[in-house]
C-alpha cells in the first residue's frame, strides 16, 4: 500500500498552489479619485483587506503606486489623489507608457479596468476631472465611474441629492463603461448618520461584465464580496477533479491502494485555495494541508472510509473491497466540498488559531457528504471480480 508522509504532501500542495495561482494569471486595477473619496475602503470592502498594506507595492511615478496582493492574482495601481496639473499629467504619461508596453506582454499583466472615484458630498465634478476621465478612455481603459460615501439609509433610500448628481454626471457623455451608468456606493456602515453598505455588488458586477475574459478567474479569487461565484469556481474543480477519480476507478483500485487518489485530491485542495484567494501566505497553507491530511487519515482515504462504510455496508469487510469509479469520485467530490466549507469558515479569514478545529470540521464535513448509493454499496459489497 502507497502511504505519504506529511512532508510528501506539503511539497505536493506547494507545487500544485503554485500552479494554480499561475493559471489564475493577476486582475490589475487601476483606481483614481481625489484624496478622500474612500478608495482604500472601497478596495477594502471588495477586496477584503489593505492591498496597500498587505502586499508589495513599487511608486510608477509621482502620485501613483503599483501594489500586487501576496497571493498575486490582484494588481492595483492607486492615485494618491493627484489629478491636476503636472501631477496629473505624470500620472496619464506614465499610464500611457504601461498601456503601451504591456500590450505585448500577457494579458494579465495589463491594466484590465479603471474605477474612476468622487465623493459624492463635494457635489462638483469639474472639466479637469472629466478631462482625465476622457484621456483614460483614449488610452484604451474602460472606465467605471464610481460615487463613494453615497448616504443610503435601512429602508434602502438613496439620498435624493446623490441621485441626482449621478444623473447629472451620465448625462455629460463621458466615454465610460458599462453603457455609461455612474455607480453610486457606500463601502462603509455609519451607525450615527445611520448609513448602510450598498452598491458594491453593482460595481463588481459591472467589473466583471467589462474585463476581459482571461482577467475573469483572478479577478473572482481576489474579490471577497461574491461567494456565489467563487463557488461557481469551486464547482467546476470539484467536478473536474471527480471526473479525474472517476477514470483513475475505471479499472477498481484495491481497497489498500486508496491512496493513489492522493496526488489528484491534494491538486485540488490546492486549486481550490487558490480560487478562493485565502489571506493565509502558502508557506502556512501547506504546512496546514500536509498536517492536515495526514493525521485526518486523508493520505490513505482508507481511514475515513473504513468508519463511513461500515456504517452504510451491511456486513461489510471494507479491507477485501474495492474502490470503482463512482465511489472514487463520490469520495473526491466529498472531500472537494469539505475543503471549500473549511476555506469559508476559516482560511479565507486567515483564521489559523485553531488547527485542531479546522481539522474535526474538514472530516465531519466530509463524513457529512461521503454517504454512498445503495448501488454503490452493492458494488463495494461484492469486492473483487464481482
Known sequence: MQDFASADVTRMYREEYAQALNSLGRFNLAIFGKTGTGKSTLVNAIFGEDVAATGSGRPVTTGLDYYVHPSGVLGIYDSRGFETGE??????????EIVATTRSYKPGEQIHVAW???RWSDRRFEDHQAAFVRRLSELGLPVLFVLTQVPCNREGEIHHEAVEFAQFIAGLGLPLAAGGRVFLTNAKDDAFL????FGLQELLDATFDTIPEVAVSALSAAQQLDWGRKRQAAQKIIRASASSALATGATPIPFSDAAILVPLQVAMIARLTAAYG???????L????????????ATTAGRWMV????RVVPGGQPAAMV???TVAASMTTAMGWAWVAVLERYLVRGDLSDVDSIRQAFVQEFRSRFKLTSRQAKELERGPGA
Do not use: C
Request: charged share 10%; aromatic share 2%.
Open 87 to 96: 501631477a496629473g499629467d505624470r500620472i496619464l504619461a506614465a499610464l500611457e
Open 307 to 310: 468508519s463511513s462504510l461500515l
Open 286 to 297: 501547506a504546512s496546514l494541508v500536509g498536517s492536515l491530511m495526514l493525521s485526518s487519515g
Open 116 to 118: 474612476y472615484t468622487l
Open 278 to 284: 485565502s489571506r493565509l501566505a502558502s508557506a502556512q
Open 194 to 197: 445611520q448609513t448602510v453598505v
Open 323 to 325: 474502490i470503482s469509479g
